[in-house]
């Protein structure tokens, strides 16, 4: 077992966090206490229907103890939080605003797994906003946090292709393939206190905010493979309107003759 004391932040049901989770357990990880936000609370744009051993089933089953704050501001969170003294936090999909109070308490930082090349989409529903605006590339940031929201300095980065015709939770598998790795390298870096620090450029930083009914309705002055790629990456979630009447789109269809680029 890794001698590193870690706290590990996630939500149970959400891919990000089991699938990580389960690495860290592979490769017995020192894990004191486990801390869990109340999914109900949160929202995903993914749509899958994989079930995941919740983190509260995991923790019984290790003998590991579990905290469930209501609210990451709760200074008597806080104080149960410091009593288990880890070295270092992980998080993994916890998407409550980490207070300064908690910043404080682990003398090796808190460390978490972001679905984008920070400091481009920080936020929310980074892989949505990933394909939303068409980018071409994206992956796995695994950063230090601060007072800031993904503003922390880098450890690690995995970069994969962003393919038209990628659906939410297409394009988080591929993410989630190329960080597991990394998984067992930090472990390693912080039993020997070599991890990396690199910090974003600022000048980039890109934050995503919520997500609401208008960014789903289709703008035709965009290029069609943006377009394309938005319809194709939720199918029915995505409209236009015509005649005062919304219309849902669930595909698209590619004719000869058409600019990809320019028409739809």
Not at 26 to 54: C, D, G, M, Q, R
Not at 95 to 106: A, G, S, T, V
């Amino acid at each position: 077992m890794y001698k590193t004391k870690i706290a590990f932040f996630g939500t149970s049901g959400w891919e990000i966090t089991s699938r990580h989770l389960e690495e860290f357990l592979k490769n017995k990880a020192n894990i004191s206490v486990f801390v869990e936000a109340p999914s109900h609370l949160f929202k995903s744009t993914s749509t899958k229907k994989e079930s995941f051993e919740s983190i509260s089933n995991i923790a019984k089953r290790l003998g590991i103890p579990m905290l469930a704050p209501e609210n990451a501001r709760d200074h008597v969170f806080a104080r149960e939080l410091a009593s288990f003294k880890p070295d270092v936090i992980v998080v993994c999909g916890y998407q409550f605003y980490i207070p300064d109070e908690i910043l404080k308490i682990p003398p090796l930082g808190i460390i978490n797994f972001h679905s984008s090349l920070l400091p481009r989409h920080a936020g929310m529903h980074p892989v949505f906003w990933t394909i939303w605006y068409g980018d071409k590339k994206t992956g796995m940031t695994v950063h230090f946090m601060d007072e800031g929201i993904d503003t922390g300095d880098i450890i690690f980065k995995t970069e994969v292709d962003v393919k038209l015709g990628d659906t939410v939770e297409l394009l988080y598998d591929r993410i989630f393939d190329s960080s597991i790795p990394l998984v067992g390298k930090l472990l390693n870096d912080l039993d020997n206190g070599v991890l990396a620090r690199e910090p974003q450029d600022y000048k980039k930083y890109f934050y995503n905010y919520d997500i609401n009914e208008k960014d789903f309705e289709l703008d035709f002055r965009q290029p069609a493979e943006i377009l394309a790629g938005r319809v194709l990456m939720l199918p029915g979630k995505f409209y236009f309107e015509l005649n005062s009447e919304k219309v849902l789109c669930c595909r698209m269809r590619d004719y000869q003759g058409i600019d990809k680029k320019k028409e739809i």
